[in-house]
């Protein structure tokens, strides 16, 4: 378990130390080390935008630093120690150890510090604060419940772990009534949290080493962090889930349920998709069924969507207002995102791109693309993330691969992990054959990728880049290749 991650189980926040940074009615200087990290450059920019300065570091050079470098924040391209000086506040991610040395130089300076969860915790202020946890759903959760918010004219103030397709920044500053945060049970650190609602998406294995490998650690902080739901406040909770069912009588707040289980406070009754848009058919706990338009595929979705629902209607919002809304979603960047046409042989192929990097979220995606197009192929292409969850996933991860149509996998992204022998991405090519998918290709250098594919895929096909690490950059390049051929014809 990480130093970080024992700072967050023990819950011991010192609120104070940021609230000499607040308000910003004078300049303040705030330096986020691992600014680049989508949570890091949405915190960093909220307070950009209430007035304090602002700077940072990141050894990765990615579209979130390149957003914060365009608003004028400085962004240095290394850790140093020499970038600490005159600094008021000092905010660190969990990527950032005891050893890097800005952290050291801040320390060594007695400068105030804070994990990132405990930033976020202080600057939660408004009347009623909602914070979405779970292991997966909790970008695209966060997303709906502030969309349908903001399409009320509640203007919500919200902090996302991702971003809506129809904007560029992570946050937005509404008014005081309402904020939206995605929290992150990864490194503990939503336990820094106190949320007025609390959404539950779910309880999975995953960030293990946190919870020294103990799914019933990691049960316990979820418990933990429903305690620290106020008296007014509530829990939306998804039943389906058996460890959240397991846990739901022992939380002390007011619980709302939601699922496809017959004892659900709010249950789904039905569902149908057609390509990228589903309508669901959902009971609420006065015997009423209503119609629910998703803007999204997967009854995932669907699930994800009726917490916001829940959330619009309990304060006030009309059912149709938020109807209205789940219908408009824009959906979110890099999930089952649709990049365009990849040229190929004899025709085209539908390109999307998904952040997903557990087997769990590889098989709602790999389901909701085959029920979009039941008769196309689907291909996915998959770089695995981390070794430690290609360890201890792997026997999952070979179950959900082999029901692809064709599958490409990459070298694993190491997210600073040292390699582990059995857990790189050839083992898991060979366990996928072994398994009995026999359509699988393995690429070492993501720069055969494209070579690869223009192999593999054919006409009319749906091409998925799977994970979270640097293979987004590949579908711009892919999609290159569409307006190369185009223009060569």
């Known amino acids: 378990m990480s130093d970080n991650a024992k700072v967050a189980l023990k819950n011991n926040a010192t609120p104070e130390i940021i609230r000499a940074c607040f308000p910003f009615n004078q300049p303040k200087t705030v330096f986020f080390s691992g600014i ?32 914060l470098k365009k608003m004028g924040i400085t962004v240095f391209d290394s850790h140093d120690a020499a970038h600490i000086h005159d600094i008021d506040l000092f905010v660190y991610s969990s990527a950032i150890d005891k050893k890097n040395p800005e952290r050291k130089a801040a320390e060594a300076q007695s400068i105030p510090m804070q994990l990132r969860g405990e930033l976020l915790a202080e600057v939660m202020q408004a009347d009623c604060n909602i914070a979405v946890a779970g292991t997966h759903g909790k970008t695209t959760t966060s997303g709906l419940i502030a969309w349908v918010l903001e399409k009320a004219d509640c203007k919500p103030t919200f902090v996302i772990g991702g971003i809506l397709r129809d904007r560029e920044s992570p946050i937005q500053i509404g008014e005081n009534r309402f904020f939206v945060a995605e929290s992150d049970e990864s490194d503990a650190s939503f336990l820094f949290l106190s949320p007025t609602v609390a959404v539950f998406t779910n309880i999975d294995s995953d960030h293990m080493e946190t919870y020294e490998h103990n799914f019933d650690r990691l049960k316990d902080s979820f418990l933990k962090f429903s305690r620290n739901i106020p008296a007014n406040g509530f829990a939306v909770v998804c039943i389906d889930d058996p460890a959240l069912r397991d846990i739901k009588n022992k939380m002390h707040c007011r619980v709302i349920t939601y699922g496809e289980s017959a004892d659900a406070d709010f249950q789904l009754l039905q569902f149908h998709q057609t390509e990228l848009k589903s309508e669901c058919v959902i009971r609420t706990p ?22 916001a629902f829940i959330i619009a209607t309990h304060y006030g919002i009309a059912a149709a207002t938020a109807c209205h809304a789940l219908s408009t979603f824009p959906g979110m960047g890099r999930r089952f995102h649709f990049r365009g046409e990849m040229s190929v042989s004899q025709g085209s192929a539908l390109l999307f791109d998904d952040y997903g990097h557990h087997p769990v979220e590889l098989r709602v995606t790999l389901q909701a693309a085959k029920a979009a197009w039941p ?54 090519f060979h366990a996928v054959k072994q398994a009995g998918q026999q359509h699988v290709d393995f690429v070492l250098q993501l720069s055969e990728l494209e070579t690869v594919l223009q192999q593999v895929v054919k006409p009319n096909d749906v091409v998925i880049l799977q994970g979270a690490g640097n293979i987004v950059t590949m579908s711009e390049n892919l999609l290159r290749v569409t307006t190369d051929a185009k223009t060569a014809v």
């Not at 959900?400 to 992204?413: I, M, N, P, R, S």
């Open 286 to 307: 006065d015997q009423q069924q209503i119609v629910l338009p998703v803007n999204l595929p997967g009854k995932h979705n669907a699930l994800n969507a009726m917490t």
């Open 375 to 428: 008769n196309r192929r689907v291909i996915m292409v998959f770089q695995p993330h981390r070794y430690t969850r290609t360890r201890d996933l792997l026997v999952d991860f070979v179950d959900v691969l082999k029901t692809a149509d064709h599958v490409v996998l990459t070298e694993v992204y190491a997210a600073s992990e040292n390699k582990i022998e059995g857990a790189d991405g050839l083992a898991l």
């Open 36 to 67: 680049g990290g989508i949570g890091m450059s949405g915190l960093a920019e909220l307070l950009h935008r209430q007035g304090a300065t602002v700077l940072g570091s990141d050894v990765s050079c990615n579209s979130s630093v390149q957003h």
